[in-house]
């Protein structure tokens, strides 16, 4: 629980340099966020890189369905015409 409210207090200060536009201090406070959820990831036993390999493949997989779904009208697509397929996308992954 700890880790967990730690990383809401770093998402905060995240937040709060954003608004700045200062790069640098973004910079630290994003480095910030990815130390305290590998920490996280050590309390949980899991392997953070294999957590995200597994995070990019599922995006890869939902992105092909909007890709496969829009063909030669994917430049075209409104934001929320993509959503509904991503949606889409999630509900077939779980049934």
């Known amino acids: 629980r700890e880790v967990l409210d730690k990383i809401a207090e ?13 790069k640098s201090s973004i910079e630290d406070e994003f480095g ?5 959820m590998a920490n996280l990831s050590r309390h949980l036993d899991i392997d953070p890189e294999a957590a995200l ?12 369905h909007i ?4 063909g030669p009208r994917l430049g075209q697509a409104s934001l929320d015409e993509m959503e509904a397929l991503w949606v889409e996308a ?3 992954e779980r049934s």
Not at 67 to 70: F, M, N
């Open 10 to 22: 770093e998402t905060e200060e995240l937040v709060a340099v954003i608004d700045t536009g200062e």
């Open 90 to 92: 999630k509900e077939h």
């Open 67 to 70: 890709e496969r779904a829009l």
């Open 53 to 64: 390999r597994r995070a990019n493949e599922k995006f890869r997989r939902r992105f092909r």
């Open 32 to 36: 910030d966020l990815l130390f305290v």
